[in-house]
């Protein structure tokens, strides 16, 4: 099995500020790697995939990078609306999920 | 518009089964992979199952792998979740999630509203 560590576990930043969320995995996953934003009493949503990839409809503001074992999602300008968990989840075998990281909004 | 409508939840006792369905619509659900996810409540997303799109290969996590059984029937429309021997630790919103495919991976691009299971005496 495949174990994703995502850090930090929480993460508190003002509106404006650049937010960096850090998966990292136990083996090379290439690029098979997708992030989801949970927000509170919602079902997750399906932000990037392959890595690198917008899903429709997700703002610029969100972008993935990495390769391998080591992958960040960055937003760019928080919105008060960005308050969510993330997860990362890898596809490179049979899919597991980080165990998220909180982004809380000051 | 695409559409996972997850029914069947509820308490139920230890050692009981249950069974989740989960209606598609809005997308050729034929065609396409489908899932289990569950979360516990306050933690994590957990993989569950996968089901292929013609129903011929399953996988489970480690977890649940003797106990669940995912299935599909491509002429309803629906996916579903046999349960059986529940333990405590299987009390979750479960969800089902449609996958998606890229030219290289495969991703969970929509998902259901997600279905309580309460497993409790």
């Known amino acids: 099995e495949i174990v994703l560590t995502q850090s930090p576990a929480t993460l508190s930043l003002s509106p404006g500020e650049r937010a960096t969320l850090s998966c990292r995995a136990s083996h090379s996953v290439s690029n098979y790697l997708a992030w989801y934003q949970q927000k509170p009493g919602q079902a997750p949503r399906l932000l990037i995939y392959?890595?690198?990839n917008r899903a429709t409809g997700i703002p610029a503001r969100f972008s993935g990078s990495g390769s391998g074992t080591d992958f960040t999602l960055t937003i760019s300008s928080l919105e008060p609306e960005d308050l969510a968990v993330y997860y990362c989840?890898?596809?490179?075998?049979?899919?597991?999920f980080g165990q998220g990281t909180r982004l809380e909004i000051k | 518009q695409v559409q996972l409508v997850e029914s069947g939840g509820g308490v139920v006792q230890p050692g009981r089964s249950l069974r989740l369905s989960c209606a598609a619509s809005?997308?050729?659900?034929?065609?396409?992979?489908m899932h289990w996810v569950r979360q516990a409540p306050g933690k994590g997303l957990e993989w569950v199952a996968v089901?292929?799109?013609?129903?011929?290969?399953?996988h489970y996590a480690d977890s649940v792998k003797g106990r669940f059984t995912i299935s599909r029937d491509n002429s309803k429309n629906t996916l579903y979740l046999q349960m059986e021997s529940l333990r405590a630790e299987d009390t979750a919103v479960y969800y089902c999630?449609?996958?998606?495919?890229?030219?290289?991976?495969?991703?969970?691009?929509?998902w259901g509203q997600g279905n309580l299971v309460t497993v409790s005496s």
């Open positions: 392959d890595a690198s």
């Open positions: 999630a449609k996958d998606g495919c890229s030219s290289t991976s495969c991703f969970h691009e929509h």
């Open positions: 989840q890898q596809r490179s075998n049979w899919p597991t």
């Open positions: 809005g997308f050729t659900f034929s065609s396409f992979g």
């Open positions: 089901i292929s799109y013609d129903g011929s290969n399953e």
